[in-house]
């Protein structure tokens, strides 16, 4: 077959584009209504673009409080747009009603790495929030820990449903090496450690949020330990005790699971590190962050 050298030149051309066009970066929203942004905490993967649209019919901006980025004044139905390349938190706020609202506007973007958010609708399938743990590469020393006890396990596979706040494995490394020997040594004190980021039924970041705002910017959730679990909206971000939520409502059948990056520990749970071990106590072993040690 003989080609025409017109087709060969736009063959070429075509060639040429395909591979000079760079991969598109991941889009996310933000609505300005009401004086407030919407939603005020946004977590998204690293090359994203975020767009902010100004509904209100009053001027607001986007401005970093590091100064990273700062929209300017931005009238109603405009947009202002910034990609995130680095991971990282960027809290920001609007300039022009700081000093005339009570509270002024507060947001906050959170870059995880990219590959770390499951694009709802594509979660898995017949699952479990046993399974979905065990199934997350961020989320393997909760699920060595889950593996250790079998009534947790049992609990998040058979019952609910549940809502789980795991620990990324960067909050069990935090946690230093004797904590993590002393708390995986003992059974009890690791299912009551796993059972205390669990309650009852299945609550989405927009139900936590409802919720808080609906006592004044906190409520209280009752683990399956029957402690208390404080959550608030801090500067505009959705705090689980102290912890921050990095990826958002991982479905399954009997519950959600939402990463976080802090393990919560009751009070009084676990002695202090440097605590001087008692008689006839096991020393503590090196614990490598996604093993367990099982007694």
Do not use: K
């Not at 919407?38 to 409080?65: G, M, Q, R």
């Not at 506007?105 to 594509?122: A, H």
């Not at 393990?263 to 996604?290: F, Q, R």
């Amino acid at each position: 077959m003989r080609w025409n050298p017109v087709t060969i030149g736009l063959l070429a051309a075509l060639v040429i584009c395909f591979v000079a066009v760079p991969a598109l970066a991941a889009t996310a929203d933000v609505a300005i209504r009401g004086g407030s942004y919407y939603p005020a905490s946004l977590t998204i993967e690293s090359n994203t673009t975020v767009t902010w649209t100004n509904f209100d019919p009053v001027s607001h901006t986007v401005t970093s409080t590091s100064g990273i980025f700062d929209s300017g004044p931005i009238e109603e139905d405009e947009t202002f747009e910034y990609t995130f390349d680095d991971t990282g938190t960027y809290p920001y706020g609007c300039t022009l009603n700081a000093s005339t609202q009570r509270t002024p506007m507060q947001g906050v973007v959170i870059v995880v790495p990219e590959g770390m958010i499951v694009t709802p609708g594509e979660e898995p399938t017949n699952t479990t929030v046993a399974s979905v743990i065990n199934g997350s590469e961020f989320l393997t020393t909760f699920a060595g820990a889950l593996e250790s006890t079998e009534v947790t396990r049992l609990v998040l596979t058979d019952g609910g449903p549940y809502t789980v706040f795991a620990p990324g494995d960067d909050a069990f490394e935090a946690l230093g090496n004797e904590t993590l020997a002393a708390v995986s040594n003992d059974t009890e004190l690791l299912e009551t450690l796993l059972m205390h980021h669990v309650v009852d039924g299945a609550l989405t970041v927009d139900d936590l949020m409802a919720e808080a705002n609906a006592t004044g910017n906190g409520t209280t959730l009752e683990t399956l330990t029957g402690d208390a679990l404080n959550v608030s909206i801090v500067d505009g971000s959705l705090m689980i005790g102290n912890a921050t939520i990095l990826v958002a409502d991982l479905a399954a059948d009997n519950g959600i699971v939402h990463i976080i990056d802090m393990v919560l520990v009751p009070e009084g749970l676990i002695p202090p590190e440097n605590e001087t071990p008692a008689e006839n106590v096991t020393p503590a072993v090196n614990v490598t962050p996604g093993s367990w040690v099982i007694p």
